[in-house]
């Protein structure tokens, strides 16, 4: 055993005494890259608004730049360079008629009082997001993600990478007997997850008139106030992440939509999975939000984030996509 020490020790390229072990004041590449993950935080470590979700993302994105290789890697062709899926941005269509939101909330309203789908507490979301270094090239995954809960409150998920040269394919189906590939993709994570007994927003269930779940969304985000425009569709990701919606709840929230403000309907698009939907655009400080909707039951379909200005440091041009999610049904 001696001997298989010291041949460990000479292979070590670090001794134990090396000052980079030792704690001191931070170098100025080290400083600089703190001074950037602290970037959008106030005085007190509170969140400002405005450019602050697309700083952290990418600030929270550049410190799993590492693991995020290693995934491209299997999902790539032996023997080739990681794939970059940089989408392009939702294009409205140029022959299109916007259409109010009241409209899709008369629509999402008939659609409830026909009796049809369920609330159902699970999802199945494809999302991408993009991790961007200051020293390092864009790195991208877009990946596909089921969640499914039991009768006991216990819950499993099942997070699947999408192959990067064909970004918006869907690689699972969540069948009756369990998600399960239908196309090539690389299993990130398949986790179980024991009884969960909170009964706090999120995971409570949401309630479907207007007003309630105004006050779920305003509780869900820990809000001091009712949500804005800003915090409204921050809220519908973490709902969608946590529940599918049945009409009742989606008659709800399209009415909550349409009365925010700021929300402009913009035609139709095509989205990432080849669904036709009904786009509205909110312009924040430094990047614009696309909200998809179904046109027949005001189903909030996809969210996407694009840059508004440029970013040179990170290599973001105006019009670059941040980040998107597509929920399915």
Same mark, same amino acid.
């Given at each position: ?10 292979? *070590? ?33 509170? %969140? ?17 730049? $590492?693991? +995020?290789?290693?995934?491209? !890697? !299997? ?14 941005? /939702?294009? $409205? ?25 369920? +609330? ?9 997001? @993009? ?9 991208? +995954? ?20 999408? *192959? ?16 399960? +590939?239908?196309? *090539? ?27 309630? /779940? ?9 809000? =001091? ?6 915090? /409204? ?7 969608? =992440? ?10 709800? !929230? ?9 929300? %402009?309907? @913009? ?13 509205? $655009? ?20 996809? /969210? ?15 019009? *670059? $996509? ?8």
């Amino acid at each position: 055993m001696a001997d298989e020490l010291e041949l460990l020790r000479r292979a *070590d390229p670090v001794p134990g005494n090396d000052p980079r072990f030792g704690e001191g004041p931070l170098g100025h590449e080290a400083e600089k890259r703190l001074n950037h993950l602290m970037a959008g935080m106030d005085e007190v470590g509170e %969140r400002r608004p405005g450019r602050t979700r697309t700083r952290l993302v990418w600030a929270l994105a550049a410190g799993v730049a $590492v693991a +995020l290789t290693v995934a491209a !890697l !299997l999902v790539a062709d032996p023997g080739t360079a990681p794939a970059v899926a940089a989408p392009r941005p /939702l294009v $409205v269509r140029a022959d299109s008629t916007p259409v109010p939101l009241d409209a899709l909330v008369e629509r999402a309203e008939r659609d409830a009082a026909g009796g049809s789908a369920g +609330l159902r507490k699970g999802t199945h979301v494809q999302s991408w997001s @993009v991790g961007m270094s200051e020293d390092e090239p864009p790195i991208t +995954l877009p990946v596909e993600r089921v969640v499914r809960w039991n009768a006991d409150d216990s819950h499993m998920e099942l997070v699947v990478a999408t *192959d990067p040269r064909h970004p918006g394919r869907r690689v699972l189906s969540d069948a009756d007997d369990g998600p399960r +590939l239908v196309d *090539d993709g690389h299993v990130i994570s398949e986790r179980t997850f024991p009884p969960s007994w909170s009964d706090a927003p999120p995971q409570s269930p949401p309630p479907h008139d207007a007003t309630r /779940l105004r006050a779920y969304l305003r509780e869900a985000q820990h809000l =001091d106030g009712p949500p804005g425009t800003r915090e /409204l569709l921050d809220a519908t990701a973490v709902l969608l =992440d946590t529940w599918t919606l049945g009409a009742r709840e989606n008659a709800a !929230l399209a009415r909550l939509l349409a009365d925010a403000k700021g929300l %402009r309907p @913009v035609g139709q698009v095509t989205d990432r999975l080849g669904r036709l939907g009904q786009a509205y $655009v909110y312009a924040g400080a430094g990047y614009r939000r696309m909200l998809i909707m179904d046109p027949a039951t005001g189903a909030v379909l996809g /969210l996407e984030d694009t840059a508004a200005v440029d970013e040179p440091e990170y290599g973001v041009e105006a019009g *670059d $996509v941040m980040d998107y999610s597509a929920w399915i049904r």
